[in-house]
């Protein structure tokens, strides 16, 4: 009977103690310490789409993701300590790959997998060497993952013997048309750059940093279609030179349009967002007014005119 009841005790420190090396070596999730590097890359093209390394601090993303996306996810499993009789699971959520018939590859051949293994199946156990372990993971995105936003999606997790998640792979995920507004707006934010070093207008330069700050704003709200629009109002290929005020008037004209685009989206899609872009309008309202007094000592038609149009905006707003 002493016997038993000493067995059955060095089973219970045997198992905490295992619990306790795993919950000793977890780290932040996501951040290097059992994953510590991975690729992304299409599954039928082999075109390389995340590269993420840890340890060398890489982390770039060379094409987007999408929903419905077919990906082949390379990765290392670094292993801190080994506790034998201890089974580590790997899961992921992504449906099934179209170009290929299994989940699962295992490119490190001498790591020790459980012997129920089967690479066909949405998750994989091993047993816990200390070592490294390498696999390539296939499936593909779910197709409604990221409509209005960008989605942060968990593409495969670590599980510890007790169900905790140890660590986990994320890609972003990104509509169509959100791809093409992240595209627009780097292709803007370089052309802001350039207005800068040349010592473009001090006005000018704000006005088109503002806008760009705004359709941040609308596409991180989901109103990414608004985004757009306010992109494409700054068509400018050049900035007036410090003091030069007629060719701020046109750029300040496709701004304040686009601002009234998305006030009158808001106004569709909800009341709170329109209380948003109400004080977002009013902001612009006051900033037009300091045009206003400084194109009165240049230009009185364009003071008019800029004029007009704060008048027409203070009356959609109710100033």
Not at 9 to 32: D, F, M, P, R
Not at 128 to 147: C, D, I, R
Not at 154 to 164: D, H, Q
Request: proline share 3%; hydrophobic share 40%; charged share 20%.
């Amino acid at each position: 009977m002493k016997t038993k009841v000493l067995t059955i005790c060095l089973i219970l420190i045997l198992t905490i103690a295992c619990v306790e090396l795993i919950a000793s070596a977890q780290g932040a999730v996501g951040e290097g310490d059992w994953f510590t590097d991975y690729t992304v890359e299409n599954a039928g093209t082999g075109e390389l789409m995340v590269e993420v390394n840890f340890a060398s601090d890489v982390n770039r993303t060379v094409a987007p993701i999408f929903g419905s996306s077919d990906l082949a996810v390379t990765f290392t499993v670094s292993i801190p300590a080994s506790s034998p009789n201890t089974l580590l699971k790997l899961k992921t959520a992504m449906i099934h790959s179209d170009t290929q018939d299994v989940y699962w590859k295992l490119v490190t051949q001498d790591y020790q997998l459980n012997t129920n293994y089967n690479p066909n199946s949405l998750e994989v156990t091993f047993f816990q060497a200390k070592g490294n372990l390498t696999m390539t993971l296939y499936g593909k995105v779910p197709p409604n993952v990221a409509k209005d936003i960008p989605v942060s999606y968990i593409v495969v997790t670590l599980y510890s013997p007790a169900g905790e998640t140890l660590d986990q792979i994320r890609v972003t995920v990104v509509s169509a048309e959100t791809s093409n507004y992240q595209q627009l707006l780097a292709e803007k934010q370089e052309t802001l750059k350039s207005f800068k070093d040349s010592g473009a207008d001090a006005g000018f330069v704000e006005l088109y940093e503002n806008v760009l700050n705004e359709s941040v704003v609308q596409a991180n709200l989901g109103n990414v279609e608004s985004a757009i629009g306010m992109l494409n109002s700054l068509d400018t290929r050049s900035a007036p030179s410090s003091g030069t005020l007629e060719g701020l008037f046109l750029p300040v004209v496709g701004v304040l349009i686009a601002l009234v685009a998305v006030f009158g989206v808001m106004f569709l899609r909800g009341r709170g967002k329109l209380q948003y872009v109400t004080m977002v309008l009013e902001d612009q309202i006051r900033d037009l007014e300091g045009l206003t007094l400084r194109a009165q000592r240049v230009d009185r038609t364009i003071s008019t005119s800029l004029e007009s149009v704060k008048d027409r905006l203070k009356n959609i707003v109710g100033m």
